[in-house]
């Protein structure tokens, strides 16, 4: 069964650093791309980075970039979203997914985590 | 960042038809494909459509899609209380390097 499990929610206070993870099975995670989406409370979903196969390219959301980092250890079937400089607005459930890649501008989110809420606040 | 617009919500009775619009621009849905997610309540998002029309396995076949252009529609027909749920459209944004999704649409069964 293609499963994956995340952890690393927590809360934490504004300024601070988080890293959330998201262990694979059921399925060769070093053949595909992987992603993470965001929700925040109430509202709808926001996709905020991903990642290829071997690490060497990502993408991120402008409101996160020079503040997050996603990565990968395909060794440990594992998927990392280091989150630094937190804001409040950042808080939200945030999601791993599978990423399936056929070509630039087709590709497709199969399946998710069960996700993992970041909570930031003083 | 919401790019993609939706109607907030839809609702239907049991076993009628109902459509949910998503609409874009040319650097997402005009040169890309469109997916749709359905999130049902306190629940990981699902994958419905992939690929502007394709179902995966074990979605029934009462969830259609299109697109045209830079529009896309979710079609279910024979609406059933299960289908009681948020649906996000979703695409790749050529300019913006990076995945939009649609505001959502609450599909309500009456």
């Known amino acids: 069964e293609v499963q994956l499990v995340q952890s690393g929610g927590t809360l934490v206070q504004p300024g601070g650093s988080l890293r959330l993870s998201c262990v694979a099975s059921g399925f060769t995670f070093s053949t595909y791309w992987m992603t993470w989406v965001r929700q925040a409370p109430g509202k709808g979903l926001e996709w905020v980075t991903n990642?290829?196969?071997?690490?060497?390219?990502?993408f991120y959301v402008d409101s996160v970039k020079g503040r997050f980092t996603i990565s990968r250890d395909n060794s440990k079937n594992s998927l990392y979203l280091h989150m630094d400089s937190l804001r409040v607005e950042d808080t939200a459930v945030y999601f791993c997914?599978?990423?399936?890649?056929?070509?630039?501008?087709?590709?497709?989110?199969?399946?998710w985590g069960r996700g993992t809420l970041v909570t930031v606040s003083s | 960042q919401s790019v993609l617009a939706q109607p907030p919500s839809a609702s239907g009775t049991p076993g009628q038809w109902v459509t949910i619009s998503c609409s874009g621009s040319?650097?997402?849905?005009?040169?890309?494909?469109v997916n749709w997610y359905q999130q049902l309540p306190g629940t990981a998002p699902k994958l419905l459509i992939y690929s502007n029309k394709q179902r995966p396995s074990g979605v029934p076949d009462r969830f259609s899609g299109s697109k045209s252009g830079t529009s896309a529609s979710l079609a279910i027909s024979g609406l059933q209380s299960e289908d009681e749920a948020d649906y996000y459209c979703?695409?790749?944004?050529?300019?913006?390097?990076?995945?939009?999704f649609g505001t959502g649409t609450k599909v309500t069964v009456l």
């Open positions: 990642i290829n196969k071997d690490g060497s390219q990502k």
């Open positions: 040319s650097s997402n849905m005009g040169s890309n494909t």
């Open positions: 979703a695409a790749w944004d050529d300019t913006l390097s990076g995945y939009v």
């Open positions: 997914a599978r990423e399936q890649w056929l070509a630039q501008g087709v590709s497709w989110f199969d399946p």
